[in-house]
């Protein structure tokens, strides 16, 4: 029994630090591939978030913000000039667990209303496809709240 204890605690050793590394460098390579797009239109990255599929970031200049998938299938950008509001919101719906009633996160996402009524809304979460929501919600709401203060002011 210790042994495969031992066994255990040596493959955490190894594993945790590989995973770690592994999911820094994703989201470097992500971070890297939206500041040469920026580039390319003679942006600066500046404030940003990296989250499990999507990238969310302001240029330098505090100008634009944009919207990137992780495998660039998405990429918008909006002038924050015509930003009025931006907001994380967020999709709930209902389930059964181990006989127990509970809530299910289904879809989070980021509504930028416009000067002109129009609303855009940025997918950052979707319960659909399959994947975790890991930290995007609370990551979302954090980067959505800096841009809010920079454009009241």
């Known amino acids: 029994m210790s042994d495969i204890l031992m066994y255990i605690i040596m493959f955490s050793m190894v ?7 592994i999911l820094r460098d994703g989201s470097k390579k992500s971070r890297l591939k939206l500041k040469s797009k920026l580039q390319n239109e003679g942006q600066e990255l500046g404030e940003n978030v990296v989250l499990n599929n999507y990238i969310l970031a302001v240029d330098k200049k505090r100008r634009n ?21 931006i907001e994380v919101v967020k999709e709930t719906g209902h389930g059964v667990a181990h006989d127990t009633q509970v ?3 289904e879809k989070v996402d980021v509504l930028l209303s416009l000067s002109d009524k129009r609303k855009i809304v940025w997918s950052v979460y979707n319960n659909e ?5 890991g930290t995007d919600l609370i990551d979302a709401s954090d980067f959505v709240k800096k841009v809010n203060q920079f454009l009241s002011k």
């Open 103 to 105: 809530t299910i996160l």
């Open 65 to 85: 913000m944009y919207y990137m998938s992780k495998n660039q299938d998405a990429f918008e950008k909006v002038d924050l000039s015509e930003v009025q509001h």
């Open 129 to 133: 496809h399959g994947n975790s929501i």
């Open 15 to 21: 594993m945790v630090p590989m995973l770690y590394l």
